[in-house]
């Protein structure tokens, strides 16, 4: 059977998030042109950015794949491949299979660091065990609600069993040590979790810093793989971990081209912004001119009028 490797940074953050800050369609272009195949916007507690990155993904070429970095009682999680926001504050176990059953993919990012709200070690099930119940965390320093859709069909009550996530993120480029890093692997390859790798960016020159390679069964080219080629890879654990803190294979084009594509890209969307103001002005000016002729007209001839 044929398969290709897909290269993806599962862990990006977007302007749409309270700590983010570029713009989607920049993110997008600066992941293509580094060599990525898919990015996805995992903005904390919103997921409209990650939506409209996910609809015009393919227009630079990449896969697009929807999805946000959820806070809930116990951590964060990663929901990969939903299309809605996942109900806030709810327990780990309850979030896990709110992913799932909605056909996403549950990822525990930056695990057991407490600092930025990583899920404990206790609170993640292993095989043949029951997670023990935990102190809940605050959120994210976000303000509490803002961008939280509501859920139309929530989860009754607590669940009686624990729910397991489908991956463990074992490297995060954003951690000043590698401690955690080597011990997210150590416990990812103990319990049989699949690993991945993510940026977790908040500025464009370290997308795709770290990233997870997948291999994708069935297919003869990486134009050929959806979203949903994607998670079964992430399901099956066919991932390959790719990253470590200093710059990677991409590190001239990460910081030299990240530079200059966020010039050209302000100087692209600041020109086109000026030329709809100019658009806008000549066509304001343009009636307020026609309104002026009417009433010039109307005056006259009521002038005249007195003078028949």
Known sequence: MSSVTVSIDP?????????????????????????????????????????????????????????????????????????RMPPRGRSYAETVRWIRDRGGVAIVPHPFQRSRHGVRQRNIPTPGSAASADEPVAADGAPEGEGVEADPDPDPGPAAAVAEVDAIEVFNAWLFTGYRN??????????????????????????????????????????????DDVLAAIRRGTTTVEGRRAPVRMAAKHYVGAAGRRSAYYARTGAARGARATKRTAVDGAVAAKVAALQSIHRTRRLLSWFA
């Open 11 to 83: 862990h990006v953050h977007s302007e749409g998030s309270y700590d983010g800050h570029e713009p989607v369609e920049l993110i997008l272009e600066h992941a293509a042109e580094i060599g990525l195949d898919a990015v996805v916007i995992t903005d904390h507690d919103v997921i409209r950015e990650s939506k409209r990155a996910a609809a015009i993904a393919s227009e630079y070429g990449l896969i697009g794949i929807p999805g946000v970095e959820v806070s809930t009682a116990h951590g964060h999680l990663l929901a990969i491949g939903v299309d």
């Open 182 to 227: 080597r011990r997210a692997r150590r416990f990812a390859a103990e319990h049989g979790y699949p690993g991945v790798a993510a940026s977790d960016a908040h500025h464009l020159q370290y997308v795709g810093r770290a990233f997870t390679e997948l291999t994708v069964e069935g297919a003869e080219s990486v134009r050929e793989v959806t979203a």
